[in-house]
Protein backbone atom coordinates (compact mmCIF):
# COMPACT_ATOMS: atom_id res chain seq x y z
CA UNK A 1 0.00 0.00 0.00
CA UNK A 2 0.84 3.32 -0.22
CA UNK A 3 0.84 5.57 2.35
CA UNK A 4 0.17 9.21 1.81
CA UNK A 5 0.74 11.81 4.45
CA UNK A 6 -0.06 15.76 3.46
CA UNK A 7 1.21 18.13 5.89
CA UNK A 8 -1.01 21.29 5.80
CA UNK A 9 -0.68 24.38 8.10
CA UNK A 10 -3.98 25.90 10.68
CA UNK A 11 -4.71 27.96 7.21
CA UNK A 12 -5.11 24.97 5.45
CA UNK A 13 -2.19 26.00 2.98
CA UNK A 14 -0.53 22.22 2.02
CA UNK A 15 3.44 22.43 3.17
CA UNK A 16 4.52 19.25 1.99
CA UNK A 17 4.18 15.36 1.18
CA UNK A 18 5.57 12.38 1.86
CA UNK A 19 4.47 8.79 0.58
CA UNK A 20 5.89 5.67 1.71
CA UNK A 21 5.45 2.12 0.09
CA UNK A 22 4.33 0.47 -3.45
CA UNK A 23 1.11 -0.41 -4.08
CA UNK A 24 2.22 -3.83 -5.55
CA UNK A 25 2.97 -4.89 -1.50
CA UNK A 26 -0.71 -5.17 -1.42
CA UNK A 27 -1.41 -9.03 0.43
CA UNK A 28 -3.57 -10.35 -2.84
CA UNK A 29 -2.07 -9.08 -6.33
CA UNK A 30 -4.66 -7.57 -8.53
CA UNK A 31 -4.36 -6.12 -12.21
CA UNK A 32 -3.79 -2.49 -12.31
CA UNK A 33 -2.53 -2.57 -8.80
CA UNK A 34 1.19 -1.28 -11.14
CA UNK A 35 -0.56 1.22 -12.38
CA UNK A 36 -1.74 2.94 -9.25
CA UNK A 37 1.49 2.98 -8.33
CA UNK A 38 3.05 4.50 -11.58
CA UNK A 39 0.02 7.09 -11.69
CA UNK A 40 0.84 8.15 -8.06
CA UNK A 41 4.64 8.88 -8.61
CA UNK A 42 4.05 10.84 -12.29
CA UNK A 43 1.83 13.17 -9.77
CA UNK A 44 4.65 13.58 -7.27
CA UNK A 45 7.81 13.37 -9.16
CA UNK A 46 5.65 16.17 -11.56
CA UNK A 47 4.51 18.28 -9.12
CA UNK A 48 8.36 18.52 -7.26
CA UNK A 49 9.72 19.16 -10.90
CA UNK A 50 7.11 22.07 -11.59
CA UNK A 51 7.97 23.57 -8.32
CA UNK A 52 11.31 23.26 -9.19
CA UNK A 53 10.97 24.75 -12.72
CA UNK A 54 7.91 27.60 -12.73
CA UNK A 55 8.71 28.44 -9.39
CA UNK A 56 11.02 30.18 -7.21
CA UNK A 57 10.38 28.68 -3.70
CA UNK A 58 12.48 26.72 -1.58
CA UNK A 59 11.58 22.96 -0.78
CA UNK A 60 13.94 19.93 0.41
CA UNK A 61 12.96 16.63 -1.36
CA UNK A 62 14.27 12.82 -0.94
CA UNK A 63 13.80 10.04 -2.93
CA UNK A 64 14.80 6.50 -2.25
CA UNK A 65 13.00 3.13 -2.77
CA UNK A 66 9.82 3.26 -1.94
CA UNK A 67 10.04 6.57 -0.22
CA UNK A 68 9.45 10.14 -1.67
CA UNK A 69 9.75 13.22 0.77
CA UNK A 70 8.66 16.76 0.06
CA UNK A 71 8.31 19.77 1.91
CA UNK A 72 8.44 23.50 1.22
CA UNK A 73 11.60 25.61 3.54
CA UNK A 74 10.05 28.68 3.11
CA UNK A 75 7.04 31.13 1.83
CA UNK A 76 4.54 28.85 -1.00
CA UNK A 77 3.91 30.84 -3.88
CA UNK A 78 0.53 30.83 -5.56
CA UNK A 79 1.91 28.54 -8.57
CA UNK A 80 2.85 26.21 -5.80
CA UNK A 81 -0.66 26.46 -3.81
CA UNK A 82 -1.83 25.63 -7.46
CA UNK A 83 0.40 22.81 -7.93
CA UNK A 84 -0.08 21.67 -4.76
CA UNK A 85 -3.55 21.35 -4.53
CA UNK A 86 -3.79 19.61 -8.20
CA UNK A 87 -1.03 16.93 -6.62
CA UNK A 88 -3.80 16.85 -4.00
CA UNK A 89 -6.69 16.53 -6.27
CA UNK A 90 -5.21 13.53 -8.20
CA UNK A 91 -4.14 11.65 -5.54
CA UNK A 92 -7.52 11.85 -3.67
CA UNK A 93 -9.07 10.74 -7.61
CA UNK A 94 -7.28 7.34 -7.42
CA UNK A 95 -7.99 6.76 -4.05
CA UNK A 96 -11.59 7.31 -4.40
CA UNK A 97 -11.24 4.57 -7.56
CA UNK A 98 -8.85 2.15 -6.54
CA UNK A 99 -9.13 2.85 -2.23
CA UNK A 100 -7.10 0.21 -0.24
CA UNK A 101 -5.24 -2.22 -0.77
CA UNK A 102 -3.41 0.43 -2.71
CA UNK A 103 -3.59 3.54 -1.43
CA UNK A 104 -4.34 6.01 1.90
CA UNK A 105 -4.29 9.24 2.35
CA UNK A 106 -3.92 11.13 5.97
CA UNK A 107 -3.77 14.99 6.46
CA UNK A 108 -1.43 15.74 9.27
CA UNK A 109 -1.66 19.60 10.87
CA UNK A 110 2.47 20.96 11.00
Known sequence: MISVTIFVDSEHNY???ELLGHAGF??????GQELVCA???ALVLNMAN?????TN????????????S?????GISSES?????????GLQNIEEDYGEP????RFKEV
Open 81 to 89: RLLMNSLIF
Open 70 to 74: FHFSS
Open 15 to 17: QGV
Open 102 to 105: YIKI
Open 57 to 68: DLFEAEEEAGVF
Open 26 to 31: ADDYQE
Open 39 to 41: AVS
Open 50 to 54: SVEQF
